[in-house]
């Protein structure tokens, strides 16, 4: 059974900067996506980035230029670094991973999920 575990959010002012986790345990593909989604309150949850296992990585347009998805293998940890953080990226980031391709994440669908770890962005 795979469990995600997210941390690292928090409160920030416009123009700050978070740095968030999502350790995986009991993962055992040799191949897999990793990703980060965000849910902001009255909204539909949206894909923010993923990476897949040779490190191609896929970004929202509305983040691109500012997060950055990277990975550790030895670790089985996956982050995403939030620059320039704006008020509209408030929200609960969800950690999600599947294994193989990024079939999954790509239609929003991955087969496994953090808690989430709540980012909050003031003016």
């Known amino acids: 059974q795979v469990h995600l575990v997210e941390s690292g959010g928090g409160s920030v002012q416009a123009g700050g900067s978070l740095r968030l986790s999502c350790v995986a345990s009991?993962?055992?593909?040799?191949?897999?996506?990793r990703g980060w989604f965000r849910q902001a309150p009255g909204k539909e949850r949206e894909r923010v980035a993923y990476?897949?296992?040779?490190?191609?990585?896929n970004y929202a347009e509305a983040v691109k230029g500012r997060f950055t998805i990277s990975q550790d293998n030895a670790k089985n940890t996956h982050y995403l670094q939030m620059n320039n953080l704006k008020p509209e990226d408030t929200g609960m980031y969800y950690c999600?991973?599947?294994?193989?391709?990024?079939?999954?994440?790509?239609?929003?669908?991955?087969?496994?999920w953090g808690q989430g770890t709540q980012v909050t962005v003031s003016e």
């Open positions: 009991g993962y055992t593909y040799t191949r897999w996506c």
């Open positions: 999600a991973a599947e294994g193989g391709s990024c079939y999954s994440l790509n239609s929003d669908r991955p087969d496994y």
């Open positions: 990476i897949d296992s040779m490190g191609v990585t």
